[in-house]
């Protein structure tokens, strides 16, 4: 018995669960999907695995996939990123503003007015996408909707974040349809109908991600992971014996769930996977420094190992 299995079992010596019982049964469910589904787990460095950690390959947005802004939809059948090219470089603001869409069939690039794009999210389909956009150094920004064939419909719905810091905005996160929409800091997220302005939830908390259906929005507040019912504001607490730093995606049927987690007292922190059903969670693989989980996502297969046919 190493190290490692001594202090995880140390950690769950009470007679209370303490999450890995169902790791088998988590495990058997997550890799069904896969097999099902043709979809994998992205990782921080844009790297594809299966949920036992079998790697498939590389996303292959850039050569260094960890400066790379991007979504992924939640069907994880396209993806959307900011070329590294379209970032500006001060003094000269001369670059074209660019987003990247790709869902392994069609590829194309999207402008829109402003210097840069900070976050994105899309749809399900690619019908609806969301950005925040900067007209210079200096701007607070403005979160933009893109809508319509091939997303040319450009809308400003500034709006609808209140007093929302768009600068400081980390992640969108988008419902399958794009009817929903979370924005979140390092600090405090919101939920809204971005069509409406409705407000569904605010509060503390970080990396805000939208179940696949919209009715759901999890996150990390004080290390600890929530889920919240957006329409009546119901909460459940997940992984409690431990420590989370960060939420990931959803899996396209809205029931698996992929988070950064450090149990009891263990020196590791690990991507798992968790059934938002049960609560049950397994370990999927060990993470680095600096990779807060935030950037598992799932992946079809089909847009994996193979280069979009867009100049990066």
């Known amino acids: 018995m190493t190290r490692r299995d001594l202090i995880t079992l ?29 979809i994998l787990v992205l990782d921080y460095t844009l790297h594809a695995h299966t949920p036992t950690n079998a790697s498939v390959g590389r996303l292959m947005l850039e050569d260094e996939g960890r400066g790379v802004q991007f979504a992924i939809a939640p069907d994880g059948g396209c993806i ?39 976050a994105v999210a899309v749809s399900s389909k690619y019908r609806n996408l969301y950005l925040t956009a900067f007209d210079d150094a200096t701007s607070p920004g403005r979160l933009l909707h893109l809508q319509g ?23 969108l996160s988008t419902c399958s349809d794009g009817t929903i929409l979370a924005m979140g800091t390092r600090e405090s997220l ?43 504001g119901s909460r459940r607490q997940f992984l409690s014996r431990g420590t989370v730093w960060g939420v990931g995606g959803w899996s396209p049927d809205g029931e698996l769930l992929l988070a ?6 263990s020196f590791f ?25 935030s950037r598992a996502m799932w992946i079809k297969r089909h847009l994996v190992n193979r280069k979009p046919p867009i100049e990066a």
């Open 260 to 265: 950064a987690y450090r149990e009891g007292l």
């Open 10 to 38: 140390a950690a769950c010596a009470a007679p209370i669960s303490c999450g890995q019982q169902g790791d088998n049964e988590v495990l058997i469910k997550a890799s069904k999907l896969s097999q099902r589904d043709n």
């Open 149 to 171: 064939e091939q997303l040319k419909a450009s809308l400003d719905i500034t709006g609808v974040a209140g007093n929302l810091d768009l600068s400081a905005v980390e992640r």
């Open 80 to 118: 959307v990123w900011i070329p590294r090219n379209a970032y500006p470089s001060a003094p000269d603001y001369s670059s074209r503003p660019l987003v990247a869409v790709w869902d392994g069939h069609a590829a194309w690039t999207l402008t829109y007015k402003g210097i840069r794009a900070g």
């Open 269 to 293: 922190k690990q991507l798992v996977v968790v059934d938002t059903a049960s609560g049950q969670f397994a370990d999927i693989f060990e993470m680095g420094e600096g990779d807060f989980g």
């Open 190 to 232: 919101k939920v809204v109908d971005p069509k409406s302005g409705r407000g569904y939830f605010s509060g503390n908390g970080r990396f805000p991600a939208l179940s696949p259906d919209g009715k759901h929005v999890a996150f990390v507040d004080q290390g600890a992971l929530f889920i919240v019912n957006v329409v009546d």
